[in-house]
């Protein structure tokens, strides 16, 4: 990037902190004329033309804005002459101007905006294509750490048993704590074979601990079906994994399918861990529940009116549906989500979402991209997503081995010892159908002989204590019970309720 454009990109990202007048005028001028590329949502031309005529309203604040812009810059300008020529060290220009660009949006003090410079640019395009390179796993800030919002199905994060609202503290033994999202993104992924480790705190949890995961290539097949039967009706199931380039005709095919081949007697769409995603993948998905006589979302912006949003669909379909959501669950699932319950009143079965309610719009910077927060999510009743969630109207958890973490001790567990670790051997041995009496976290001889008759069953030394081998072999059970489908109750109370 020359220099020339650096100074035009710092002064348009000023103008946007400095006043909205001229939002509009720095879009066209930063995408060169063309419409921003969309990450959640499109920009309505309307939105568009009242920027444009607050701008010629008062030509007066656009100019002193410019004007402030311009000394901004020149400040900016000078702080660069000066470390270039007097600074201890030698230090490329390019390298400052990034800083600066990267500074502008850091002022704004919203996760969810952000300048990328091409690699980071780059990696972004990657993970809304077939496929990237990676762990998989979508993380974001949130009360200064980054955290997880879901692991992708099937995918090495998920393999590893990261779960929803994971503070992910240091990566390869290096702090996160004063990372951008983008820059912890960038040093978490890498070449399909590689090994990283994640330093990670659960909530409720004050312990951390680390896992090793296995870079792998992760494919973006975002949606999968299946049938069940439930007291002679056809149940088809959809799960959604994210909202990508593919997912709507994926959905419409799927779909289609369902209801031509199997003759579905009820939908249950699966939400469940999906961090969201594309905003036209979603509106092209309530098409075929939704007419056009309600607006599913709405988006509201500063003191502005909010604008809302319709689909030209099929309207209601002529079988019940229910909709499976969780902590996971964020962006374009919370939409979908709320738009369906109260558009239609569906139940929402599982827990209440992420909370991710605003819409970030994405801008090609040349070379780089800006990420910005330009709108707030509003439900069809009027209701805030951001930091609340989406509520189910049927409450559901998983059974407790579902939530439990990891074994993290440096001595083997054994009888009268207490503490967080001997809850989650409890917990598991409880899950996988052995006796224990307790959950609390005392080891007590009830405990021993549920270790013992696990040891026996499965080949292991009885020693009545879990060292590393006993506990690898309970952790690889408890994962294949938790994706096993047969011990998915949340999905089993979502089928029960399409015919309550």
């Known amino acids: 990037m020359n220099l020339s454009r ?36 499109s920009e309505e031309s309307n939105d568009t033309d009242q920027s ?3 701008s010629t309203e008062d030509n007066s604040d656009s100019e002193d804005v410019s004007s402030d812009a311009s000394a901004e810059v020149d400040q900016i300008n000078q702080i660069v002459d000066a470390i270039n020529e007097y600074y201890i060290d030698d230090v490329d220009r390019e390298t400052l101007y990034e800083g600066a660009l990267q500074g502008v949006v850091n002022a704004l003090d919203d996760p969810f905006s952000q300048y990328m410079d091409e690699e980071m640019t780059d990696q972004f395009n990657q993970s809304l294509e077939s496929s990237f390179e990676g762990i998989g796993a979508e993380v974001t ?12 199905k099937d995918s090495p994060a998920e393999a590893a048993g990261l779960r929803p609202n994971d503070r992910i503290l240091a990566v390869d033994g290096e702090s996160v704590e004063d990372q951008t999202v983008q820059e912890a993104v960038q040093i978490i992924r890498g070449e399909k074979g590689t090994d990283v480790v994640l330093t990670i705190q659960r909530p409720g949890d004050d312990e951390t601990f680390d896992v090793t995961i296995t870079r792998d290539e992760i494919p973006l097949e ?11 009706n056809t149940v088809g199931v959809l799960e959604i994994t994210s909202f990508g380039e593919g997912t709507a005709q994926e959905f419409d095919d799927a779909l289609t399918s369902l209801e031509e081949d199997e003759n579905i007697d009820g939908l249950v769409l699966d939400v469940r861990g999906n961090p969201g995603g594309l905003f036209n993948a979603v509106e092209n998905m309530l098409s075929h529940f939704v007419s056009d006589e309600d607006p599913f979302v709405y988006t509201k912006r500063h003191d502005a009116e909010r604008d809302p949003y319709y689909v030209d669909g099929e ?35 599982g827990q209440t979402t992420f909370g991710k309610g605003t819409v970030q719009q994405t801008m090609p910077l040349n070379e780089g991209m800006l ?8 439900t069809p009743d009027g209701n805030l997503i951001q930091d609340k969630g989406v509520d189910p109207t049927i409450e559901q958890r998983q059974p407790e081995y579902f939530y439990t973490g990891l074994i993290q001790s440096d001595e083997p567990l054994e009888y009268d010892m207490t503490g967080n670790e001997v ?21 007590d001889m009830d405990t021993v002989a549920a270790v013992e008759h696990f040891q026996d069953e499965n080949g292991l030394d009885v020693t009545g204590s879990v060292g590393e081998e006993t506990e690898l072999q309970l952790e690889d059970m408890i994962l294949e019970a938790v994706q096993n489908p047969e011990n998915d109750v949340q999905l089993d109370r979502a089928i029960e309720a399409l015919y309550e």
Do not use: C
């Open 423 to 443: 809850e989650k051997l409890q917990i598991m041995l409880e899950g996988l159908g052995y006796d224990v009496s307790r959950t609390d976290g005392y080891f």
């Open 371 to 378: 990420k910005l927060t330009v709108f707030n999510w509003i």
């Open 52 to 54: 444009s005529d607050s």
């Open 6 to 41: 650096k100074y035009l990109v710092v002064l348009i990202l000023v103008a946007f902190l400095i006043g909205g007048a001229l939002s509009a005028t720095a879009v066209s001028m930063v995408a060169n004329g063309d419409e921003p590329n969309e990450e959640t949502a």
């Open 315 to 349: 309207g209601k379909p002529d079988y019940p549906v229910t909709v499976l959501i969780d902590q996971g669950s964020a962006s374009a699932s919370e939409i979908l989500a709320a738009a369906l319950n109260e558009i239609h009143g569906y139940d929402l079965v």
């Open 141 to 152: 800030e949130r009360d200064g750490f980054i955290t997880v919002v879901s692991p992708i």
């Open 222 to 232: 975002t949606v999968h079906s299946s049938v069940q039967e439930y007291n002679g």
